[in-house]
């Protein structure tokens, strides 16, 4: 009956989210709506973060931070607001943010004497504060990032991939020679692809983005790059060596050794909270989330069977006491039926689910049931606990091979335009081909295919002696793709 139950409760649950392959944009909607990570609010694109969608970004925040500290990054805070005049000092860089920049003009009932901007990024502010800050070669490197919001006045939104308001890091840093902060620009984009294989079993390709698609203002911009489910790439992570122009722009200059006068050469980099929308299209399935146990706000639920009986809720609380002295366990002591709270479990994506009962009891032992390959195991209940930890880095392994494969699988490769043309209009995925460097073919490429240059991948791989659009002499391979 129980199990009858159980199965009636999934079924309803799942047919309120939309099979993937039915609308993926939808399935997307419907799973951060039943998982409850965020709400709209009456500010059009803006996203109200709810408590389980908060509490995987503090895990990401945690993590990431500690990774940052042990790089030798301090954290920092800046204002939220720009003057314009201070914006307008990089001509390159107010042009790339004009469109996106939301005003002030007023302070109470008074207009201002001079707009401010609030930040879409704040390498001006730290420019200002850095200019004021740094005066000797001793006084560097400053390697600072800040936790913050940004506002970007987007046309299309969609909740954690793109909003008007968002959560981020960013990093801006300072160094004495060029070659430092080419160092710590890479050092960065490493540190962040191994945080998302490592922390959030997401794979990715690491490279540099093309003068089109690079950060304005910056000399180089090298990206992580990300398949999701559906065959779009997401741009996962950026690092952004901005040479000595923003320097130069603000006059951030410096006594180096030899008491002569110098430019300091700068670093940006940032993730976000897009990094949920990456979660969640990459591990994903059609009965809602599947979360990496690394990031898991619960990575056990214990759910108590026929709980009135005597002892089976005593027995579910000690359980849980056992757990949580290694993991963040949650037991499920509502007054909802066991198949609403399975199908619940699944649906929040918590990376393993206990069913105790009466009968288990009895014998001793439970049920583990994991999350992302459905498999049901029956345990000893004095092998719990050992089990469990095997078990939890069993699927965050097996979650990062499984996105690794499915990469793998969409990777496809062309050597002229014909190929590459039947590639996109028949697969998704990503697709490999040679590009001569003209910024007009990846604009030709575009406008005809809505396909853009993810990356030019530091592991480079000779596919063809021509360019996929033009046919002339081939200087890179790129990852191209329609992207999010």
């Known amino acids: 009956m129980a199990e009858k139950e159980q199965k009636g409760t999934m079924k309803k649950m799942v047919e309120e989210i939309t099979s993937m392959d039915v609308d993926f944009a939808q399935w997307y909607t419907d799973v951060v709506k039943k998982a409850e990570l965020c709400g709209y609010t009456s500010v059009k694109g803006c996203m109200a973060i709810k408590p389980a969608g908060y509490a995987i970004w503090e895990l990401i925040q945690k993590q990431l931070d500690a990774r940052f500290k042990e790089a030798g990054v301090e954290n920092v805070y800046m204002p939220m607001f ?13 042009e790339g943010f004009a469109p996106e920049v939301a005003w002030v003009t007023h302070g109470g009932l008074q207009p201002l004497q001079e707009r401010l901007c609030v930040r879409p ?15 000797s070669y001793r006084d560097l490197p400053k390697v600072y990032n800040q936790w913050c919001s940004v506002v970007r006045w987007e046309k299309e939104t969609r909740p954690f991939l793109r909003s008007r308001e968002f959560l981020w890091q960013e990093g801006h840093t300072a160094h004495a020679t060029a070659e430092e902060a080419e160092a710590r620009t890479i050092q960065m984009l490493n540190l962040y692809a191994d945080f998302c294989e490592e922390v959030l079993a997401i794979p990715v ?10 950060f304005a203002g910056a000399v180089a911009t090298y990206t992580i790059e990300a398949l999701m489910h559906d065959g779009k790439a997401l741009q996962s992570g950026t690092s952004h060596n901005f040479g000595d122009g923003f320097a130069k722009a603000f006059d951030i200059e410096f006594a180096d050794k030899d008491n002569t006068l110098k430019h300091v050469y700068q670093t ?8 949920l929308g990456g979660i969640i299209m990459v591990h994903g399935d059609n009965e809602g989330l599947v979360l990496p146990p690394r990031v898991a706000p619960i990575q056990v639920c214990i759910i108590p069977i026929q709980q009135k009986k005597e002892g089976v809720l005593d027995k579910a609380y000690e359980l849980r006491d056992l757990l949580k002295k290694d993991f963040r366990v949650k037991v499920d002591d509502s007054e909802k039926s066991p198949g609403y709270k399975f199908a619940e479990a699944e649906m929040r ?6 069913e105790i009962g009466p009968k288990d009891i009895e014998a001793g032992k439970c ?8 498999e049901k195991i029956e345990v000893a209940l004095e092998e719990l606990e050992a089990k469990v930890g095997e078990l939890m880095e069993t699927i965050q392994k097996e979650m990062l091979e499984r996105a690794r494969a499915h990469r793998d699988a969409h990777t496809y490769t062309a050597t002229n335009m014909e190929e590459f043309e039947k590639l996109f209009n028949e697969k998704s995925g990503f697709v490999k081909a040679m590009w001569c460097g003209d910024q007009a073919c990846e604009d030709k490429i ?3 295919l809505a396909v853009t240059s993810r990356c030019m991948p530091f592991k480079q791989e000779h596919i063809a002696d ?7 002499p081939a200087k890179k391979m790129v990852y191209w793709g329609r992207a999010y």
């Open 446 to 448: 575009k406008e005809k």
């Open 268 to 275: 940006s980099w940032g993730v976000s909270t897009r990094l």
């Open 82 to 94: 720009i003057p314009e005049s201070l914006l307008e000092k990089e001509k390159d860089h107010v």
């Open 367 to 374: 049920v583990i049931c994991r999350r992302d390959t459905r």
């Open 349 to 354: 994506g918590y990376p393993i689910r206990v």
């Open 121 to 135: 990024t704040s390498e001006t502010l730290f420019c200002d504060f850095y200019k004021n800050d740094i005066h």
């Open 205 to 214: 390709i690491k490279g540099q983005k093309t003068d089109k698609e690079k």
């Open 466 to 472: 021509t360019c996929v659009c033009c046919g002339k």
